[in-house]
């Protein structure tokens, strides 16, 4: 059974950073799709940044140079270095993968496995 779980989310003031971690179970990054994405209340779940089965990377406007996704194989981790937070990234976070290989993409339906999210607070 698959399961990614994510942890490092968390209240901090504007300017701050924070790491999340998805780590997976039942399932092994490599040459695959994997992502991040967000989901405000009120508002539809957004993709924040994503690594294709290539090793390409894709950012949402709002979050680059800003916002770093990485993974780790040997650790079996996918990580997401959030930095100069503003408020308007206050939301769920949520990792997601699918071992099928693609071009980087933000659709959600490329993604068969999504974590249950971590809470990211920005407060002003």
């Known amino acids: 059974q698959v399961q990614l779980v994510e942890s490092g989310g968390g209240s901090v003031q504007t300017g701050g950073s924070l790491r999340l971690s998805c780590a997976a179970s039942g399932y092994t990054y490599g040459s695959d799709c994997v992502g991040w994405f967000r989901q405000a209340p009120g508002k539809e779940r957004e993709g924040v940044a994503a690594?294709?089965?290539?090793?390409?990377?894709k950012y949402a406007d709002s979050v680059k140079g800003r916002f770093t996704i990485s993974k780790d194989n040997a650790k079996n981790t996918l990580y997401l270095q959030m930095n100069s937070l503003k408020p308007e990234d206050t939301a769920m976070y949520y990792c997601a993968a699918d071992p099928a290989p693609c071009t980087v993409t933000f659709a959600r339906t490329t993604y068969n496995y999504w974590g249950q999210g971590t809470q990211v607070t920005v407060s002003s």
């Open positions: 690594i294709g089965w290539v090793g390409s990377t």
